[in-house]
């Protein structure tokens, strides 16, 4: 079965850090540019980041700039999002994504990061 | 303020038609291809349409996309109750070298 799954969310405190991951089956990883996506409680998407197949390209929001760091390991079908000086406004669901020439099309179900003290 | 522009809500009786528009610029829309997804409530995101106007498979034929120029629309003919979610589209910014989506429209299905 083609899906991805995200875990490593949580409570933190503001100023701390977070590592997610997003673990991929069903297809062949290091064929697909990957990206993450977060949504606020009752809010709308937000982009996050983005990876190319061989990290050769990455990108970043400019609200997450200089402070979430995104890699993969294409050996081990994952990827990573390292979350430092964690703010309230980052608090949402953290989506990993497959992308294709068009966007995003095959997410995962998410996980919750927490920023409160 | 997203860079996307959607209208915040719509709504229409079951079996009617609704469009759902998205504006944007040649930065995003005018030169990049446009996603449209959909969100039940609860629920992840999932394509609707890529690449402005296909169908990923098992998506019906009530779902429909189009773009013209800076602007992109959705189209749901057919409207069931099980519509009602939220619809984002998406694309590149090729000026902001980052990924964009729209602020969301939440359908009705009165």
């Known amino acids: 079965e083609v899906q991805l799954v995200e875990s490593g969310g949580g409570l933190v405190k503001p100023g701390g850090s977070l590592r997610l991951s997003c673990a991929a089956s069903g297809f062949t990883f290091s064929s697909y540019s990957m990206n993450w996506v977060r949504q606020a409680p009752g809010k709308g998407l937000e982009w996050v980041s983005s990876i190319s197949s061989s990290s050769s390209y990455i990108y970043y929001a400019d609200s997450v700039k200089g402070r979430f760091t995104i890699s993969r390991d294409n050996a081990k079908n994952s990827l990573y999002l390292q979350m430092n000086s964690l703010r309230a406004e980052d608090t949402a669901v953290y989506y990993c994504?497959?992308?294709?020439?068009?966007?995003?099309?095959?997410w995962g179900q998410g996980t919750m990061v927490t920023v409160s003290s | 303020q997203s860079v996307l522009t959607q209208p915040p809500s719509v709504s229409a009786a079951p079996g009617q038609k609704v469009t759902i528009s998205c504006s944007g610029s040649s930065s995003n829309i005018g030169n990049n291809y446009v996603s449209w997804y959909q969100q039940l409530p609860g629920t992840t995101p999932k394509l609707l349409i890529y690449?402005?106007?296909k169908r990923p498979s098992g998506i019906p034929d009530r779902f429909s996309g189009s773009k013209s120029g800076t602007s992109a629309t959705l189209g749901i003919t057919g409207l069931q109750t099980g519509d009602e979610a939220d619809y984002y589209c998406g694309t590149w910014d090729s000026s902001l070298s980052a990924g964009v989506f729209g602020g969301g429209t939440k359908l009705t299905v009165l």
């Open positions: 994504a497959r992308v294709t020439s068009s966007g995003p099309e095959l």
């Open positions: 690449e402005n106007n």
